[in-house]
């Protein structure tokens, strides 16, 4: 079972199409590593990985710009086996981030490496970083001066709305869980930044039972969603009612801005999001599907 999202927030009719084939691509790419009889990781990663090079999605290439106009993108993933984790934070010019997350996670020195530090790790694996503003999309550029003119305020930020980071979560042949999330961060942050994404219990979560990816940006921080989400599941509680319940919770402490969750069980899934949307696909034993997301 695979399962991906797109970001949840506001997107234009005029994205939809797009959004919805390249999250049926990115469900097609990890079900493919399954069926090979690929580990749940595996498959994470293959998935966010075509994600992280689309345009469309707030990841790697689309991923949105910094203040001064550069580009740092944030990853995680999670290996629910093990209980392993590994990320990589505020990274310039990173193009493939989840690779990296993956790489910190299987050497088992750090779990989390940050902003040049990551980059220089990129580099000795072989990863070199894109050439400067080659991540850089027409879309983020004038997003970036959009809300310049408007001052760069929150409600600004609000207003354009925009999907942020993608994530998978997988259940493969052998019962192992895993997810993976990437980001390229809120437009006009500052630099340095530190995105839910990157954070183990925060964007993405995987155990013996369960794995969560989640959308939303640094306000997930406030309730750790993904762990949060999973220990409901842990005590028993359904799918869908532990994400309503843990979005009760964040909604408690942050009453506004879009979230969204995608879950795998060992018997179920869902997605939910707050706010207008979050672009989802999936394949299970039933076949493939998609959808422009599944209101909370």
């Known amino acids: ?30 079900r493919a590593v399954l069926d090979r009889g690929g580990v749940a990781l595996d498959a994470v990663v293959a998935a966010v990985r075509l994600l992280e090079d689309d345009p469309e999605f707030g990841a790697g290439l689309g991923s949105a710009l910094t203040r001064d106009g550069t580009v740092e993108t944030c990853a995680s993933v999670m290996d629910g086996r093990r209980r392993r984790a590994g990320a990589v934070a505020a990274a310039p010019d990173l193009g493939m981030p989840v690779i990296v997350a993956r790489a910190v996670m299987e050497q088992g020195e750090h779990v989390i490496l940050a902003g040049a530090a990551a980059q220089r790790y990129a580099a000795e694996i072989g990863l070199a970083p894109a050439a400067p503003g080659a991540l850089i999309t027409p879309r983020a550029h004038a997003q970036l001066h959009e809300l310049a003119r408007a001052g760069g305020t929150a409600a600004a930020q609000a207003a354009l709305g925009e999907g942020g980071g993608v994530g998978a979560v997988a259940r493969d042949r052998q019962g192992g869980f895993a997810a993976a999330t990437s980001a390229g961060g809120t437009i006009y942050r500052r630099p340095g930044c530190i995105d839910d994404s990157c954070v183990p219990g925060v964007g993405t979560w995987a155990d013996e039972e369960v794995a969560v990816s989640t959308s939303g940006g640094e306000a997930l921080f406030r309730t750790a969603l993904a762990h949060d989400i999973a220990r409901r599941v842990g005590d028993g509680t359904g799918l869908r009612v532990a ?30 999001q707050l706010g ?7 394949i299970d034993d039933f076949g493939p599907g998609d959808a422009l997301g599944f209101p909370a």
Request: aromatic letters at 4%.
């Open 1 to 30: 079972m695979i399962l991906v999202h797109g970001g949840a927030g506001q997107l234009t009719p005029d994205r939809h199409d797009r959004l919805r084939a390249g999250v049926r691509a990115a469900a097609a790419a990890g």
């Open 243 to 272: 994400v309503k319940e843990a979005f009760a919770r964040l909604r408690e402490v942050a009453p506004t801005g879009a979230a969204g969750a995608i879950v795998v069980s060992r018997d179920a899934w869902v997605a939910l």
């Open 276 to 282: 207008p949307a979050m672009p989802v696909a999936w």
